[in-house]
């Protein structure tokens, strides 16, 4: 009862501040470029620590992730040119070259879990910028609503199902990786989502804050789209986990873990919704 309430009680603080920061652009780049540098530290500390002979620069990685955030800020929002980039692609170079001259053991997988840093954490958080920012004819402008509605649905997606999972869970969707997720519960969020994303047309046709023009089906596809891939993102953070031998990420959010723990689902959803709404533009 009491991992319960705390548990509770840091979901609440946890999507309330989500939810504030995206409505001011400044909150959300401080927000998510503090979010980006504690995921990629915990990232480095569980590989340095676990995996033997396998050396990740911590701070580099860190100061280089969170640099990319703010890179893709500026350069979205129109205050930065592209060279912005730059410092980030030579602290890249360095990273690579400098295992030249460490004589680690193990130089290709120290090669290969810091670009997963980079790949798998850094460029996801980056990839929120360009959801919440956007050319209306005539200048940058910022909306909350997109890169909103991707945590939204997914938070649905894990009430969905968790509920049905629990109540109708008869069918193991990946045993090998997550024992608790079952078929009957993934298809209950899914359908939750969809139904909300249908409800979220109509209600931002009805404000006049349908920003991207989505029609019903389309706001559909985006949430079967967070659903999917974030779904698979979960399951990737498990693979993670499980080939490093531990439970959880970290503890620094009571009751949920560590930071990938809350947020390994987002770093697949985040860079498909990308995918997603770029593929409409083209149809």
Known sequence: M?????????????????????????????????????????????????????????FISTVAGVYLFLSMAGFNSGLTPSSVFIPYLVSIIYLLVAELYL???????????????????????????????????????????????????????????????????RHKLFPRMSPGKSWEGSIGGGL?????????????????????????????????????FGTWGDLIESLFKRTIGIKDSGSILPGHGGMLDRFDSSLLAIPAAVVYLYTLTLL
């Open 2 to 58: 009491k991992n319960f309430i705390v548990r509770t009680i840091t979901g609440v603080f946890f999507v309330a501040a989500i939810v504030v920061s995206f409505l001011n652009p400044r909150a959300m780049a401080l927000l998510f470029a503090l979010v980006t540098g504690m995921t990629i530290w915990e990232f480095a500390g569980l590989v340095n620590d676990r995996r033997t002979a396998v050396t990740v620069n911590r």
């Open 192 to 228: 939750l989502v969809v139904l909300v994303a249908v409800g979220a047309h109509w209600l931002t046709e009805h404000l006049g804050v349908n920003h991207l023009g989505l029609n019903a089906a389309e706001w559909a596809g985006l949430g079967l789209t967070v659903v999917v």
């Open 103 to 169: 004589k680690a053991e193990d130089p290709i997988h120290d090669w290969a879990y810091t670009m997963l840093a980079q790949v798998y954490i850094a460029l996801p958080f980056s990839l929120l910028n360009v959801l919440a920012y956007r050319w209306d004819g005539q200048q940058v402008v910022y909306s909350y609503l997109t890169p909103l509605s991707v945590f939204v649905f997914l938070w649905l997606n894990d009430t969905g199902a968790y509920l049905c999972g629990s109540l109708l869970g």
